[in-house]
């Protein structure tokens, strides 16, 4: 059964620095997401991507965050300069359509801050 | 603003014990309605989804759920749990006025007692 993949699973940074967080979609998919979960919070949307595009962010994506599709198969979020609340599991989410499918969820990469 | 409560933070049930999970919405218009689990070291996975129609959903692993309109609800059902379904469930939202984000409760997580 395809998956979602990310890598890599466990990303530590120190504070100013920039990380990228990469992920592959299922093939088929057109439509991508990143979401996070701050320990303990809820799951929160950030950004949705579909034919090169953002088209949606939520306001935790400020401009230190960017997505990008570099070639057919990548999916990366990267934080320019993070910052010790940018702790947190990072999920990438994939889906064939909008209406009336779901979203398939990687396993997440857990970004810690120091 | 869209939320999503699930009011069940921490379950435990013992097995064969029947499982009801809480899962309330706040949004006047049409919505998708999902029940993901995700077992320890996991990635989320899809358990059921409502999109129309029978307001009583069935999922995998013997779970179901019922979309109950007037009541904003969409709570879990399963009538005999076993020790593998230990595992942290969320409930997600998306609604279908041109946003395709998904908006998730704090999910609970669930102890079955062997």
């Known amino acids: 059964e395809p998956e979602v993949t990310q890598t890599p699973s466990h990303q530590v940074t120190q504070m100013g620095q920039e990380v990228i967080l990469r992920c592959v979609p299922i093939?088929?998919?057109?439509?991508f997401y990143w979401y996070r979960q701050i320990l303990g919070q809820k799951v929160e949307f950030l950004v949705s991507f579909y034919n090169n595009e953002i088209s949606e962010k939520s306001e935790i994506f400020d401009d230190q965050f960017s997505v990008e599709r570099p070639d057919g198969s990548n999916f990366t979020l990267k934080i320019r300069s993070t910052k010790l609340e940018d702790s947190a599991m990072y999920f990438c989410?994939?889906?064939?359509?909008?209406?009336?499918?779901?979203?398939?969820f990687g396993p997440g990469t857990r970004l810690t801050v120091l | 603003a869209q939320s999503v409560s699930q009011h069940n933070h921490h379950v435990i049930l013992s097995e064969a014990a029947s499982l009801e999970l809480g899962c309330n919405y706040s949004y006047g218009g049409t919505v998708n309605l999902f029940w993901y689990v995700q077992y320890p070291g996991q990635h989320l996975q899809l358990l059921l989804k409502?999109?129309?129609?029978?307001?009583l959903v069935k999922g995998i692993k013997g779970f179901e759920a019922e979309f109950i309109k007037s009541k904003f609800s969409f709570n879990l059902r399963k009538p005999s749990v076993q020790w593998s379904d230990t595992a942290e469930y969320f409930c997600?939202?998306?609604?279908?006025?041109?946003?395709?984000?998904?908006?998730f409760g704090t999910g609970t997580r669930l102890k079955v007692l062997a």
């Open positions: 409502y999109f129309s129609g029978d307001p």
């Open positions: 997600a939202v998306r609604t279908t006025s041109g946003t395709y984000k998904y908006i």
């Open positions: 093939s088929n998919h057109l439509y």
């Open positions: 989410a994939s889906s064939a359509g909008q209406t009336y499918n779901e979203q398939f």
